[in-house]
């Protein structure tokens, strides 16, 4: 095999959680009197939660100090938490379960590469607790992408070189992240379509083809 390990992105790629951001960014930004819509949303993705907050709040007229800006974001985590509360295991496609199953059976290492602080409760939700071999997430990264720090760390926790390891993005800032970490990289969605990644899949299925 080419690759001993996959590390995955996961809102976007394993699920999709895109619409709860969205409520939850939507409400805070209604409330604080910022206009906010699903194109400005999209710059969101990959973004961790303080730099999200930070695109939001370019339209504002307001100037916001740390204590504030915390503030927002903690009510947005709680708005977004109780969103995913109605998550389950029927939130992960038969394509992706099946898939991972295969790569797992195959001896390949699994991780995880997000830059959500809520990774290991949406893996709960979605039935997936314990499964990969590791998680690097919000909780343990200090520079979100296209910073490369939490797919490193990620390879870091399996044991494995860059250089072994396939990272599997759906946005082009964890495409760029998986570049300057020097890891292949595999994209879907407007990864796929940037023109930047290693492989462009068409469905997540797709990884069978290139891992095994």
């Not at 893996?123 to 720090?149: C, H, M, V, W, Y």
Request: include cysteine; hydrophobic fraction near 40%.
């Amino acid at each position: 095999m080419k690759y001993q390990g996959v590390i995955f992105d996961l809102d976007g790629v394993l699920c999709f959680t895109d619409k709860y951001h969205y409520k939850a960014w939507k409400a805070v930004a209604d409330e604080i009197g910022v206009y906010f819509d699903e194109q400005i949303n999209n710059r969101l993705r990959g973004v961790s939660r303080m730099d999200s907050l930070d695109i939001i709040l370019e339209r504002s007229t307001k100037s916001y100090s740390a204590e504030e800006k915390m503030q927002l974001a903690e009510k947005k985590n709680d708005l977004y938490r109780a969103l995913l509360a109605d998550m389950t295991p029927a939130d992960l496609s038969d394509e992706v379960r099946d898939t991972l199953n295969a790569l797992k059976k195959a001896g390949l290492k699994l991780a995880i590469g997000s830059s959500s602080k809520n990774t290991k409760f949406i893996l709960e939700r979605i039935g997936l607790n314990g499964f990969f071999d590791a998680i690097s997430d919000g909780t343990n990264i200090s520079r979100s992408k296209p910073d490369p720090q939490v797919f490193t760390m990620a390879a870091e926790f399996i044991a494995l070189p860059p250089t072994a390891c396939l990272v599997v993005e759906d946005a082009e800032a964890g495409i760029k992240a998986a570049i300057g970490g020097g890891f292949d990289s595999a994209g879907l969605g407007e990864a796929a379509a940037c023109g930047k990644a290693t492989y462009a899949m068409h469905s997540f299925k797709d990884l069978l083809g290139i891992c095994l």
